[in-house]
């Protein structure tokens, strides 16, 4: 005999007038938006794209032109990773108190903070803190700090807040102290998971690193928007080669690593 097939899930009100509201939003941004789809496929855009584009051919190979294209690499390498390590180290700190480890009282304003941290984007940050720490690394690797720790303080807190609560209850129950308790039985729960997310913004802050140079922060984007503004396009296509290898090979990285991490 055929078993009856489950009945359908019922959907809500609710979730009827999200997915409606969420048609006509998209509806109306096509509709208000001037996308000019013929202009940019038309036979001027494609000669006019295509004359730029064989101007970046062939890549500059000069020794010299390689070793400052290698050295500024290495320095978009380190910004990335000591404002990653930096951003760690603030957003464990605010994620304790977001995540109510601190009593209620202290989580509203550090969930404030860890808001107004990563709703500011790294460009916006590098252009503030120009201004103080001057052009240079510096700069772009206290905007990358600033941004991602609110990103990483936001994802601990929901880390900790989601971990098994009975385990460490267990042990404070049994007479360990709070900080012991949290340390044996929260933070094993919640550190492969920590550890993968601060990864991924890692391979994020990359990107943003290169980014970043334009506004004068070093690193690879300060010497490709160098080159660019002189219409020196072989030695730009050399940096841009360099921007893609180095996200490669942290995007393989990282990824190795996460894989490991979740074994």
């Given amino acids: 005999m055929r078993r009856a097939l489950p009945p359908a899930p019922r959907h809500s009100l609710s979730t009827l007038l999200l997915l409606i509201g969420l048609a006509v939003l998209v509806a109306a941004s096509f509709a208000t938006l001037p996308l000019e789809w013929a202009a940019l496929f038309s036979s ?30 290495l320095e978009t390498l380190s910004m990335s990773a000591l404002g990653t390590l930096l951003a760690v180290v603030g957003g464990i700190a605010l994620a304790m108190p977001a995540a109510g480890r601190f009593g209620k009282l202290l989580r509203v304003p550090a969930r404030g903070i860890l808001n107004v941290l990563r709703s500011i984007p790294e460009l916006v940050w590098a252009s503030l803190l120009l201004v103080a720490a001057g052009l240079g690394p510096f700069a772009g690797t206290l905007a990358l700090a600033a941004h991602t720790s609110g990103v990483l303080g936001r994802l601990f807190a929901d880390v900790l807040e989601n971990a098994e609560p009975n385990p460490e209850r267990a042990l404070r129950a049994n007479g360990a102290a709070a900080g012991s308790a949290f ?81």
């Fill in 44 to 73: 001027d855009a494609v000669r006019s794209s295509g004359e730029f584009l064989a101007g970046f051919a062939p890549p500059e190979a000069a020794l010299p032109f390689l070793q400052k294209t290698l050295a500024a690499t």
């Fill in 183 to 263: 340390l044996y039985s929260t933070l094993p729960q919640a550190l492969p998971q920590m550890l993968s997310y601060t990864l991924y913004r890692w391979e994020n802050n990359i990107r943003a690193a290169a980014v970043l140079g334009v506004v004068g922060a070093g690193g690879l984007g300060q010497m490709l928007k160098y080159h660019l503004s002189l219409f020196q396009m072989q030695q730009a296509a050399t940096v841009i080669l360099a921007m893609l290898v180095l996200v490669a090979l942290v995007d393989a990285a990282s990824f190795a690593l996460r894989r490991a991490l979740t074994r």
